[in-house]
């Protein structure tokens, strides 16, 4: 019997090192009455048997933010705490064996450098040095991180917990979590093997139980186990022992010094999925069993890159679990449909290197209510309901493991689970040659493949690489067709939030910068902003009648925008929304033919006098029906079609057979993309986000601080528009486009100003039509500092190691004044 208190004020789920983190920051915030409770012992589920790797250069910017802090708060902990740590920092090499890994491990060290971490690009001789038992003569390269490193990982996470007891946090063992109370929306606290606890806050930090942590609340949270396998070697003699740690990724392999051992470990391309009945209730501390034919490819070519391997004995064959997410990236925030419910989770094997920036970030969040920065990356909002299916995360977990070490090639598709979600006029599409990306679980045309080459036996698939990718041409067909001609899109994945009520306007009047006190029929294209003026959605809401409004926004955003929207309707708001999303499919007709293609299939007078830019109308096409909206993402003429799911074919087929003689060219999202950047459009969750001012971001244009209050208030963020005005901006998005029309831009490559390092670039796609690579980015600027001063300074992108100048501008290099669209 375990004596629990009553209530508390906060219930962390999960004493492995992400859940002590969390404690410990909490209590450094000073937070009283926190608790935390694990099933068994500390680290043992998970965290006792990882590798301990502290590496800090992630995929994206925020995710090398995020593990570079664990770095520096683990270097002090042992001080800190009188808790030996073993972290040891004797930095990280990174191998690479094919141009193209090697093009992506400079892309990443550059990327680092933009904020201050320090990694090294190395020639072959250079990685033998820092390596000596290496054999690098199939290699072309590396990158030294010197700042990186190794630990325990079982003190750390201990550490962590004797620091959160040192400042006032509770620490509980052997007790199990067995629900999860709520009321209205909102966590109460949880049920215990002895009793309850009333908390207002809980936090789901259970590791490889967390989907069924989160199923006790009613909340999706996708993560699945994998086994995972690593060999200790018996004493190597002489073997130093200030080794870096060694990753060979086209190996899928990583070697680390282990008290005179060698520990080496695999991400396999195929793995094995684990738990899909269920964990054991009594495991703890357990390990699974050996599986050396799946392990062996792996110590064969270790064997070969590290010779001394061929005479040393293996000691330890070990087999654990490690939980997975769809995407890879781990699940961190406030769950979207339950109000105080946290949780940190699915850390894919890098949670000993990234639990210290998770833990502080997340009680950041807590704490203010609202991110600290930019989490979109982590952020649980982007995953979709559906993918806690067991059946999908089964799937994809077979893919998930594998894709730490693969090569992150831009445009990357996942291979497993797809298919769930499919747009009315996907089998029309598919017909036409479309190739498939998945984003939110919608399967969406990425570029075409033409008929001619698919009738000499081509097949639309990707040819990944840092280069002009296979697509290449195709897709600068399909950008022409849309500057020149016209083209389709299906963008049926679009998110359709229905509003509705007396009160919706009051509530949208709230939420949103913009102004959509406007007659039926209008588009109103805007951002709802948080209370430092950051954007949290980038969204066009459309005025269906006096009491009824439709949202239209990304499909990755649909979850997130969908939560905003909902807390923020007052209680005593006579206002619903509703996600209509699967109602309608949306056929995008772009380009400056446009009209011409629809005239004839529409008795609706299209002309701009009748059906000006941003003005929505119900019309008929074919012998359907559309609510057709005047507005454009690719910066040409054009339509958005929003068709019932019923009528769908039919008006698409209408449509194509109108645009069979006009050369309609069938166009993906790659175009859709390029077509955007080249009008400098911004894209959410790279070019804005909730920790970037809407007025920095260039979108002044659309927030309306004179608008009336509606009776919930002034809207967002409203104060802190008014005081960015006052002090000035601090830095601008600038689009730039590189002189050089060979080198691809795709995003976070530094931006220099003067030969000075001032940012990175947000986003990057290739301009067709201007004739180079195109990006976005902040640079930075003083309050007097005019547009005109900023952009005619001397600008260059470094890329993959060499530096390209640059045009600089404020405003959009293709079409500046808008005028295209509104032909």
């Known amino acids: 019997m375990v004596d629990i208190p009553s209530k508390a004020r906060a219930v962390i789920i999960g004493g492995g090192v992400v859940g002590c983190s969390l404690a410990y920051h909490l209590a450094k915030l000073g937070w009283k009455d926190v608790i935390l409770l694990e099933r068994k012992q500390l680290t043992s589920g998970t965290t006792w048997h990882a590798a301990g790797l502290i590496g800090q250069l992630r995929a994206t910017y925020n995710m090398t933010r995020l593990a570079a802090y664990s770095a520096e708060l683990y270097d002090g902990l042992e001080a800190e705490t009188e808790v030996a740590t073993g972290y040891r920092r004797f930095g990280s090499l990174a191998l690479a064996l094919t141009e193209d890994r090697m093009e992506e491990l400079t892309r990443g060290a550059e990327m680092a450098g933009t904020f201050g971490l320090e990694a090294h690009v190395l020639s072959l001789a250079e990685c033998k040095e820092k390596y000596p038992l290496l054999e690098v003569s199939d290699g072309i390269g590396g990158v030294f991180i010197p700042g990186d490193g190794q630990a325990d990982p079982a003190n750390i996470a201990l550490a962590l917990a004797k620091g959160a007891r040192m400042n006032g946090a509770t620490v509980l063992e052997g007790v199990k979590v067995t629900g999860i109370n709520q009321n209205v929306g909102r966590v109460t606290g949880v049920e215990t093997e002895f009793g309850p606890i009333a908390a207002e806050y809980v936090v789901n930090c259970a590791g490889m139980w967390g989907r069924d942590v989160g199923a006790m609340a009613g909340v999706s949270t996708p993560l699945h186990a994998n086994e995972h396998f690593y060999i200790v070697t018996e004493p190597i003699e002489g073997l130093a022992r200030n080794l870096p740690v060694l990753r060979v990724p086209d190996e899928c392999t990583y070697y680390k010094e282990d008290a005179g051992k060698l520990l080496i470990g695999a991400f396999e391309p195929v793995a ?45 064959f070990f087999n654990g679990p490690e939980s997975f997410t769809p995407d890879d990236r781990y699940l ?126 081509a097949t639309p698939e990707y040819d990944y690489s840092w280069k002009r990718q296979n697509w290449f041409q195709h897709a600068a067909a399909e950008h022409k067709a849309v500057r020149e001609n016209v083209g389709l899109f299906d963008m049926s994945s679009f998110a359709k939030f229905r509003v509705e009520g007396r009160d919706a306007e009051a509530v949208l009047q709230r939420v949103m910068a913009n ?114 909206h005047r507005v454009s993402y690719v910066g040409e003429l054009g339509w958005e079609l929003y068709v019932s799911s019923d009528m769908a074919t039919h008006v698409f087929d209408a449509i194509a057979e109108q645009g069979a003689g006009m050369d309609l060219k069938f166009c993906g999202m790659h175009v859709l993309d390029s077509c955007r950047i080249e009008k400098a459009f911004r894209h959410f969750g790279h070019d804005i986000t909730d920790e970037d001012h809407v007025l920095e971001a260039g979108l002044g244009f659309a927030v309306k601080t004179d608008k009336p209050a509606s009776r919930f208030g002034d809207f967002i963020g409203r104060e802190a528009v008014l005081a960015k005005k006052q002090q000035g901006l601090s830095r601008r998005l600038l689009q730039f486009q590189l002189t050089d029309p060979e080198p691809l831009l795709y995003h976070n490559e530094p931006i220099l100003r003067d030969g000075k390092v001032v940012g990175r670039l947000t986003s990057g796609s290739y301009g067709h039509h201007l004739g180079g690579a195109i990006g976005l980015g902040y640079v930075p600027c003083e309050p007097g500092e005019t547009v005109a001063e900023i952009s005619g300074s001397r600008y260059e992108i470094a890329v993959a190691g060499k530096k390209i100048p640059a045009i600089a501008s404020a405003r959009p290099l293709y079409d500046p004044t808008g005028a295209r669209m509104r032909l």
Not at 361 to 366: D, G, I, R, T
Not at 545 to 570: N, Q
Not at 606 to 619: Q, S, T, V
Request: some cysteine; glycine content about 8%; aromatic content about 10%.
């Open 272 to 316: 094995k999925p684990w738990g899909m009945d269920g964990i054991p209730e009594d495991f703890c501390f357990d390990q699974l069993p050996e599986d050396i034919d799946h392990f062996a490819p792996i110590l064969e070519a270790a064997a070969k890159r590290m010779p001394i391997l061929e005479t040393a004995g293996i000691q330890t």
């Open 515 to 628: 102004d959509v006190a406007v007659e039926p029929g209008r588009l109103v294209y805007g951002q709802w902003l948080n209370n430092r003026g950051g954007v949290e959605a980038d969204l066009t809401v459309n005025r269906l009648s006096e009491t009824a409004f439709m949202v239209i926004t990304a499909a990755a955003s649909a979850v997130r925008d969908f939560s905003w929207l909902k807390r923020h309707i007052p209680d005593d708001a006579h206002c619903v929304v509703t996600d209509v999303t699967s109602a309608e499919a949306v056929i995008c007709v772009m380009g400056p033919r446009a009209r011409d293609l629809l005239a004839p299939l529409t008795s609706a007078d299209l002309g701009n006098e009748a059906f000006p830019f941003g003005a929505a109308r119900e019309i008929e096409i074919g012998m359907g029906l559309a609510r057709a």
């Open 332 to 457: 961190l925030g406030e769950a979207p449909d339950l109000k105080n419910f946290y949780m940190a989770c699915g850390f894919n094997s890098i949670g000993i290197q990234s639990a210290g920036g998770a833990g502080k970030a997340l009680s950041e969040w807590m704490d203010a209510g609202e991110p600290p920065f930019d989490l979109w990356d982590v952020d649980i909002r982007r995953m979709q309901p559906f993918q806690s299916n067991k059946t999908y995360l089964y799937h994809r977990a077979t893919e998930a493991l594998g894709l730490l070490y693969a090569d992150h090639f831009p445009y990357r598709q996942f291979a497993t689970a797809r298919g769930v979600r499919k747009s009315p006029l996907h089998d029309r599409i598919a017909a036409r040659g479309a190739c498939f990306g998945e984003t939110a679980g919608w399967e969406r045309a990425n570029w075409f493949l033409p008929e001619a080459t698919r009738a000499a036996g």
